[in-house]
């Protein structure tokens, strides 16, 4: 990591090569030798085509080694049963560094509590559990509906294609993020911009969000926006105080032991 100037965000160096993705017609998987089924494979998503894939591997392999993909080598799992006994035996099978399939570019990663094991997961986890709690919940209710509704409304009803996934879903995550949140909702779709270029980079999922490398290197850090923006000295008032994640941002609200390295309580928080 390269030295960075007093109020920059430090810059990383992803200089690597690119996850070549496969590309074409997906085979019949009832006719692939079983090492070589890639349950990796984009293109099996990409075109809703994963489930013959999958019974495949649960009914033959259900505990499949893949020794060759873009992303390398790599065990998948694929049974209820053994998916319990992965998700429950975290002493084993961890969660940290990441959870996504490729590397990150130079082993940088930027800490998140998905990818993280307990005590830790479960110590942030209960620092934000109160926003959506049951009362909250009642209390968001509204804004909930009136985002599904004035957003389905907006639709295309005259037999026009549309993406659903940006339209609907992103939307309305964005939405709810932006109100839990207390970020202002007209530069929403930050939020999903921040979150692409930080864990979906090429080099990690194969997938191009086309974002330029120079803002990758300055995103993808320890410090994330939503923490520069959300706590410190001169976060903006808050709205909503009780029904907000950016309340619990506060010296008293943060786990034992989340600041990272180089930061104050006054500019980072683990809750962010």
């Not at 390269?2 to 006719?31: C, F, K, W, Y």
């Not at 294609?161 to 839990?180: P, Q």
Request: aromatic share 8%; glycine share 6%.
């Amino acid at each position: 990591m390269s030295e960075s100037q007093p109020g920059d965000e430090p810059i990383i160096n992803i200089e690597g090569p690119r996850v070549s993705l496969p590309e074409g017609d997906l085979p019949d998987p009832a006719t692939l030798d079983l090492e070589t089924l890639d349950p990796s494979d984009s293109r099996l998503f990409q075109n809703d085509a994963w489930r013959p894939w999958f019974e495949r591997l649960r009914a033959e392999d259900p505990v499949h080694y893949t020794p060759d993909s873009p992303f390398g080598p790599y065990w998948s799992v694929t049974s209820h049963a053994d998916i319990m006994q992965v998700e429950s035996h975290h002493d084993v099978f961890s969660s940290f560094p990441t959870i996504v399939i490729g590397d990150s570019p130079n082993g940088q990663y930027i800490e998140n509590f998905i990818a993280m094991d307990p005590p830790r997961h479960e110590q942030q986890r209960k620092t934000v559990a109160g926003v959506v709690a049951p009362h909250n919940l009642v209390t968001l209710e509204p804004v909930i509906r009136g985002h599904a509704a004035e957003i389905l409304d907006g639709l295309p009803d005259g037999g026009e294609t549309f993406d659903w996934v940006d339209s609907v879903s992103i939307e309305l995550t964005t939405r709810m993020l932006a109100t839990l949140f207390d970020f202002p909702f007209e530069d929403r779709r930050k939020l999903t911009y921040w979150s692409d270029i930080s864990i979906g980079s090429p080099e990690k999922t194969g997938a191009d969000q086309g974002h330029p490398a120079e803002e990758v290197q300055r995103r993808a850090c320890r410090t994330s926006p939503i923490r520069s923006w959300g706590c410190g000295p001169n976060a903006r008032r808050r709205t909503r105080p009780d029904a907000t994640i950016s309340s619990p941002c506060s010296p008293t609200a943060r786990t034992p032991g989340t600041w990272p390295p180089g930061h104050s309580n006054s500019s980072a928080t683990s809750c962010c």
